[in-house]
């Protein structure tokens, strides 16, 4: 790994994004709007105070998924992969560089969001806000991760944006989000078990709930960090130097 | 193996297959260090998967490739070879300047790099526009002024000078000739056959075989012909013969 070349990616896909306006305007956007609809859809501050962490975790998630599968699939397509790939570039350079990158992004996109619904909408956070922040980026690298895996499936890009509802959709149903887990079939719970996303909606309750960092909040956290980068390691594994 | 009289490319024996059918039949070749050598033959003919081979990107059947002396796709050849897709491999979201820093970034090259290379190819003009904006022959040349970073001892460069008016073509080939006098080693494809003059030796392909292999005097000295289209032409028609009689 070359701390040098993965800085160079971040700062390349930043670019990218500076040239970009629109793009940036809506991931921003759009969580913000949504944001503001939960809270006057349900009107009742108490359930908003319950619901809006949980979305909170969510947003960055599926918004880095969709980003990054895409994104990578644009750069398989484009050659600009087989390019970096005859070049002294790792395939983990590549990967931490998007992995800063988008960070950033759901840092501000986040900071953004968690603002706006601390002041004008009225969150009420039981926690302290930075691991609500925390939890927020470490989900939208999962989700990050995982759009980069998924993007290795992806022959076109029709292809790449229905992995999205394939997998993030089934992970949102059964992360408790909808239904308490422990109100559902009991293989499905089972299932839900194993599904990375049942601890990041797990973990934003408990921020909201809990005054204190407990350690079940700091077991979601790490099993999230885990999932994160396993699906990096996964994401790398699909990055090959010499194709067919 | 590092002494100036080594080849630098040395394909043996190379078979690739491409989607279930065989694009390249037992190909041999070696190309000396600093010349230019003209790929040609018509599209299909396994230029462009003989390249991807020689700057190791591209899974073979079986035989060898050994560039500068290691075999083809070598970690340390990641700095010592440029290579120049026929599609431009660029970022189109990103300037000429933000494309070149990013890949000089990548190779390690100096930032000074960034204004030579985009002098060497005339894009100076250029530079702070988006790639999206430019024409189809300003793309080709952002996309050659990437294999161009850093100081390469070879460029596999597939069709760089398609969609160029005739002057800039020249002033290519001006270019790809200093660079060759440096020491550096070309191998360039082309279609267009009166190209295939100005390159110091010429490999003729067709159909996954190598037809000729030889400088274009000796070529067309062999084929009696008096330009190369003919002498191609000539080539393809003795191969049918030998190959039916």
């Known amino acids: 790994m070359s701390l040098a070349i993965t800085l160079a990616t971040t700062r390349r896909i930043l670019a990218q994004l500076r040239h970009d306006h629109r793009t940036i305007a809506m991931m921003v956007g759009v969580p913000s709007l949504l944001m503001i609809l939960l809270r006057y859809v349900f009107d009742r501050p108490e359930v908003f105070d319950r619901v809006g962490p949980m979305l909170l975790g969510l947003f960055p998630f599926v918004i880095m998924f969709i980003v990054t599968s895409v994104g990578t699939l644009r750069e398989r397509a484009g050659g600009t992969l087989e390019r970096l790939m005859t070049m002294p570039m790792g395939r983990l350079d590549l990967l931490v560089g998007y992995a800063l990158a988008f960070g950033l992004l759901a840092l501000a996109q986040v900071g953004v969001v968690l603002a706006i619904s601390l002041t004008w909408l009225g969150l009420d956070l039981a926690g302290p806000g930075w691991t609500l922040l925390l939890v927020a980026v470490l989900d939208a690298l999962l989700g990050m991760a995982l759009g980069l895996f998924a993007s290795a499936f992806a022959r076109t890009e029709f292809q790449a944006v229905q992995f999205m509802p394939a997998f993030v959709l089934p992970q949102a149903l059964l992360c408790g989000l909808i239904m308490p887990r422990d109100q559902m079939a009991s293989w499905l719970e089972a299932v839900s078990d194993v599904l990375p996303l049942t601890y990041a909606v797990d973990a934003m309750q408990r921020v909201s709930r809990e005054p204190d960092v407990g350690g079940d909040l700091v077991r979601d956290i790490v099993i999230i960090a885990v999932c994160a980068v396993l699906a990096l390691l996964l994401a790398a594994a699909t990055l090959r130097r010499r194709t067919p | ?245």
């Open chain 2, 1 to 245: 193996m590092m002494s100036s009289s080594a080849p630098a490319v040395r394909v043996a024996d190379l078979c690739v297959e491409r989607g279930g059918r065989q694009v390249l039949h037992d190909v041999t070749f070696e190309v000396p260090r600093g010349s230019i050598v003209g790929l040609m033959g018509p599209s299909g003919c396994g230029k462009t998967t003989l390249m991807r081979a020689i700057v190791g990107v591209q899974i073979v059947k079986s035989g060898t490739v050994t560039v500068l002396g290691e075999p083809a796709g070598s970690p340390s050849l990641r700095r010592r070879v440029g290579y120049a897709t026929q599609a431009p491999a660029v970022y189109d979201d990103l300037s000429v300047t933000e494309n070149l820093r990013y890949f000089a970034a990548v190779l390690g090259a100096p930032r000074t790099d960034v204004d030579r290379v985009a002098a060497e190819v005339g894009l100076e003009a250029q530079r702070d526009q988006l790639v999206s904006t430019l024409s189809g022959g300003q793309l080709g040349r952002v996309n050659l002024a990437v294999a161009l970073l850093g100081a390469p001892e070879l460029l596999v460069l597939d069709e760089p000078t398609v969609g160029l008016d005739p002057l800039l073509r020249q002033e290519l080939w001006t270019l790809f000739r200093r660079l060759a006098e440096r020491g550096v080693t070309l191998i360039v494809s082309s279609h267009v056959m009166d190209e295939a003059g100005r390159a110091d030796r010429l490999l003729l392909m067709r159909e996954g075989r190598i037809l000729a292999d030889g400088t274009p005097r000796e070529l067309r000295a062999a084929s009696g012909a008096d330009d190369l289209e003919e002498t191609f032409l000539h080539l393809i028609s003795e191969r049918e013969e030998a190959r039916t009689s």
